[in-house]
C-alpha cells in the first residue's frame, strides 16, 4: 500500500512537472511573438490559401466577447476586389505621393465589423436584464463591442505573425461610404479599419513613428492608486 501510494504521488508529480514545462514553452513562445510582431508595409503579391485564412479568423474569433454576444464580423476580400478596396479609399491619382505602394499588392484585404445591436439584444435576455445594458446602445458606457472587435483584431494580427504572414491594421480614412454601399454593408455595422494580410516584404524601412522610444514601463504601471 506505501508502496503504491509512493508511485501514485510520483506519477501526480511527473504529470505536473511536464504540465508546467509545456506551459512555460508555450508562455516562451508567446513571448516572443508579441515582442517581434510588426506591421508590415510592404507585400509581396502571392495568394494565401482560403485554408490559412479561415485559421486566422477562426482564432481571431476565439477573443473574448462580452457576454458571448460574438458580434464581430469579417469582411474578407481578395483578387478584384481588393483592387476596388483601394479604388474606394485610395483613389489613383493619389498614389504616386502615397509613400508605401507595395501595401496595394497585399493579396487579402480584411475588414473587420461589429455589431452594436446584437450587444443590445443579447443585453436584454433575461440574464442580463438587470444591467439596463439592453436599453440601447447609449445605456453602455463603454462601446464593448468595439472592445471585443479589438481583441478579436489584435488576435488575428498575432495569429498572422505566427503563421508567418505580414499584417497591417489601417484606418479607412477615405471612401467608407462608397465602400460600404457597394458591399453591401448594414448601416449599423461599425467598421473598426482594414487589415492587410500576405507574405511581407523583407525591408529595413519603418514607419514614422518607430523611432519614438519605448515608454519605459514604469510609466503605465500605478500602484494602489494615480
Known amino acids: 500500500s506505501t508502496h503504491r501510494s ?17 506551459l512555460t514553452v508555450t508562455a516562451v513562445k508567446f513571448t516572443d511573438l508579441v515582442r517581434t510582431r510588426r506591421m508590415t508595409r510592404a507585400f509581396l503579391p502571392e495568394p494565401i490559401g482560403d485554408d490559412a485564412l479561415h485559421a486566422l479568423i477562426d482564432l481571431a474569433l476565439r477573443a473574448p466577447s462580452a457576454g458571448k454576444t460574438q458580434g464581430t464580423h469579417f469582411v474578407v476580400l481578395g483578387g478584384d476586389d481588393v483592387v476596388e478596396f483601394w479604388n474606394d ?7 504616386s505621393t502615397f509613400r508605401w505602394k507595395q501595401l496595394l499588392d497585399a493579396p487579402v484585404v480584411i ?13 436584454a435576455e433575461p440574464d442580463k436584464q438587470a444591467t439596463g445594458l439592453g436599453e440601447g446602445v447609449h445605456a453602455w458606457p463603454t462601446p464593448y463591442w468595439t472592445i471585443d ?16 504572414l505580414g499584417a497591417l491594421f489601417f484606418a479607412v480614412f477615405n471612401g467608407e461610404q462608397q ?9 449599423h455595422m461599425q467598421l473598426l479599419g482594414a487589415i492587410a494580410v500576405g507574405r511581407a516584404v523583407r525591408s529595413n524601412e ?4 518607430a523611432a519614438r522610444p519605448r515608454r519605459p514601463i514604469e510609466e503605465a504601471i500605478h500602484l494602489s492608486r494615480w
Do not use: N
Not at 475588414?111 to 443585453?123: M, S
Open 179 to 187: 465602400l460600404r454601399s457597394r458591399l453591401g454593408v448594414p448601416e
Open 149 to 164: 472587435g479589438s481583441f478579436a483584431v489584435m488576435s488575428l494580427l498575432l495569429a498572422a505573425h505566427d503563421a508567418d
Open 206 to 209: 519603418k514607419g514614422r513613428s
Open 89 to 95: 479609399t485610395l483613389p489613383i491619382e493619389k498614389r
Open 111 to 123: 475588414l473587420p465589423f461589429v455589431d452594436p445591436l446584437a450587444y443590445v439584444a443579447r443585453y
Open 6 to 22: 509512493w508511485l501514485d504521488h510520483g506519477r501526480v508529480t511527473r504529470q505536473a512537472w511536464q504540465t508546467r514545462k509545456a
